[in-house]
């Protein structure tokens, strides 16, 4: 009874984590749109005109995810963060047996514990912007050394989670010096290559001129965050058993 229960748990947290990940982007683009078309940070039912300056909203669509940290859903952006955070943080995985396993060192503790650790770099340090934000609920923006630092804590963080997807969720469990190649270690495969395929073009689009040509759309970078968080997400759910299983051995 008792392993049945830690197996249980782990399929809970897997679940939420999942769910989170996919539900983020849409999330912030809801309540930002939401919030905007009703104009609610002008309504002097909730907010107090004489201490409050006007609230200037822009557009709904934002460049990335990141900037939702700026605006009325910046408290989902940071929250859903966070949260993903502690989950990883308790996500201790399966114990390996150090020999028989070639990534015996490459725990489910130890990479998530560093995913969560990131995430967290994630909230505490924002990302930069190269213009001024009219939609600031906050008092600044972030320097370039802390934008810089956000968006290598964001890229770390997709690498561990590729990481999960393309070794960890792949383990055999009778054989240790194996990967699956079935039909689920195949979808895990093919997600964590996903997240690498678009970090890789992120950083072509971010370090070359790519980025200012006029047949990209302004919201390239939100779109392929998007991506990478259906990816992650679509994983995370297989494994904890969300998506019904495409096998019929189960963990």
Known sequence: MAASSYVISYHAIRKLIGILGLALPFLCLGVNSIVNGLDLLNDSRFIDDEKSRPYLAGVNLKSSISHYYYTAAGPIFTGILITVAIFLFCYKG??????????????????????????????????????????????????????????IFAALFFLAMSVFCIINFRRHPDEPRKLKTDREGKLYLVCGCGMIASLLILAVYSFTPLSKTAWLPYW?????????????????LVKGRTIPALNKDEE
């Open 220 to 236: 390239f970078v939100y779109l392929m965050e998007t991506i990478m968080l259906i990816f992650f997400g679509v994983a995370w």
């Open 94 to 151: 399966y114990p390996l047996q150090r020999r028989k396993d070639y990534w015996y060192w490459l725990t489910d503790n130890r990479l998530a514990t560093f995913a969560a650790s990131c995430a967290l770099g994630i909230v505490a340090l924002p990302t930069g912007s190269g213009e001024p934000i009219t939609d600031n609920i906050h008092i600044y923006v972030a320097s370039e050394g802390a934008g810089s630092m956000h968006l």
